[in-house]
């Protein structure tokens, strides 16, 4: 051998040692790789060239697998089998790359709906106002989408599908109906980000299932909470007040106010400002997840200052085993009254028709003061302020003619 030939060979030789590499023989390019306490059979090899028009000639590491799991021979007959694919011009490391590639694709087919559920459940649901707000989702799926689809691949979910688990409902069920349709897409939707699936949402409503089943407002009954006439209330007011109770004292500063239920039960001594007379709801607790000022009534103020602030607790109106009084505390005060017939929510209703029909304050403070969103969306991008003054005097007026 040359001179200069056995000096690249012993330099070549030199560098493999240096990266803990040790040739065995038997194969070209068959090493094996010591580092630390591991022992790895690796093979370089030359992929294209001559035999190949469509790869350059490169140098690629293969491994093996690992010593002793694999012996000598076997490293052998593998060594031997890459040398003689990478002649044919396949690059055993791409190869190998792609293979895994297709297993992580079959693998990612197989997820089910169910099993996305139950992933977008945890990815989204911190972010949810409520828990409550998380158990209706898994609900409403448990009980309509996954006795049909739960245990499909998400990306077998098609139209037909979708339609197999709304069909049932969607006219005994309407409202339901709905909401499981939009958790069906946003779990459709995520699925595909996520590249569990591919094409568009089989569960979209526009331009899709708006074709194939009737609008809501065709099907639906429209079901208004049973409300109290305006002329009424100061008499029921007068008999609420002489009710000794937490939730008594909760549900006549709900109707004051003309919060929700879960607004009021919610309240917590820090949300009030008593010298400014404000009450502010904090976004989390607000059905559109924007912070709310309420002006507080003269009668409001009175609920207020007579509630005793109980030791340990944040609340305003503290359960009798402390925390926040129970969605059904102020429908079981109105059902001691012997009213079962209406409900708390219909008091923002009793509210609304009072203001509406014998009020001249305009339809926007009204709507400000029930904290609904403005439905015309000019009037709403001009209409920046919270109107607070003229809620406060609407308020009041409320306030007067809640009493005897």
């Known amino acids: 051998m040359p001179k200069k030939a056995k000096e690249l060979t012993v330099l070549a030789v030199s560098k493999l040692r240096a990266e803990g590499r040790h040739a065995v023989g038997g194969v070209d390019g068959l090493h094996l790789r010591i580092v630390g306490g591991s022992r790895a059979w690796v093979l370089r090899v030359v992929v294209g060239g001559s035999s190949s028009a469509s790869l350059s000639p490169r140098r690629v590491d293969v491994g093996l697998g690992g010593y002793p799991d694999v012996s000598l021979a076997e490293a052998r007959e593998k060594a031997r089998d890459h040398r003689r694919r990478a002649k044919e011009g396949i690059d055993p490391v791409r190869e190998r790359k792609a293979h895994r590639a297709q297993q992580r694709q079959q693998a990612e087919?197989?997820?089910?709906f169910h099993e996305c559920s139950e992933a977008y459940l945890a990815a989204h649901s911190a972010g949810w106002k409520n828990p409550k707000h998380r158990q209706q989702w898994a609900s409403t799926l448990a009980t309509y989408a996954a006795p049909v689809i739960g245990k499909r691949p998400i990306a077998e979910v098609d139209t037909a599908a979708v339609l197999a688990v709304l069909e049932r409902i969607w006219l005994t069920k309407t409202e339901?109906?709905?909401?499981?349709?939009?958790r069906i897409e946003s779990i459709l939707d995520w699925a595909t980000v996520r590249g569990y699936r591919q094409g568009e949402n089989p569960a979209r409503?526009?331009?899709?299932?708006?074709?194939l089943l009737p609008a809501r407002s065709k099907v639906q009954k429209v079901e208004h909470h049973p409300a109290l006439p305006y002329s009424d209330v100061a008499t029921f007011m007068a008999d609420l007040a002489s009710r000794e109770s937490v939730?008594?004292?909760?549900?006549?500063?709900?109707?004051l106010t003309a919060a929700r239920s879960g607004e009021a039960r919610g309240a917590t001594w820090d949300e009030f400002d008593f010298e400014a007379r404000t009450w502010t709801v904090p976004a989390e607790r607000m059905k559109m997840?924007?912070?709310?000022?309420?002006p507080l009534s003269s009668g409001a103020i009175a609920v207020l200052r007579a509630m005793p602030r109980i030791a340990g607790s944040r609340y305003v109106f503290t359960a009798p085993r402390g925390g926040m009084l129970s969605d059904m505390a102020l429908t079981a005060v109105l059902r001691r009254m012997g009213r079962g017939d209406i409900t708390q929510h219909g008091f923002r209703s009793t509210f609304r028709d009072w203001a509406g029909e014998t009020t001249a304050f305009p339809r926007e403070v009204?709507?400000?003061?029930?904290?609904?969103?403005?439905?015309?969306?000019?009037?709403?991008?001009?209409?920046?302020?919270?109107?607070?003054?003229?809620?406060?005097e609407l308020m009041e007026a409320w306030s007067k003619h809640c009493e005897l």
């Open 109 to 112: 087919q197989t997820h089910t």
């Open 176 to 182: 339901t109906a709905s909401r499981v349709r939009g």
């Open 205 to 211: 409503w526009k331009g899709h299932l708006d074709k």
């Open 247 to 255: 939730a008594a004292r909760a549900l006549q500063f709900s109707i």
């Open 289 to 294: 997840g924007k912070e709310h000022r309420i």
């Open 366 to 392: 009204i709507e400000h003061a029930l904290a609904h969103r403005l439905r015309d969306k000019a009037e709403a991008a001009y209409q920046r302020g919270d109107l607070l003054r003229k809620r406060a």
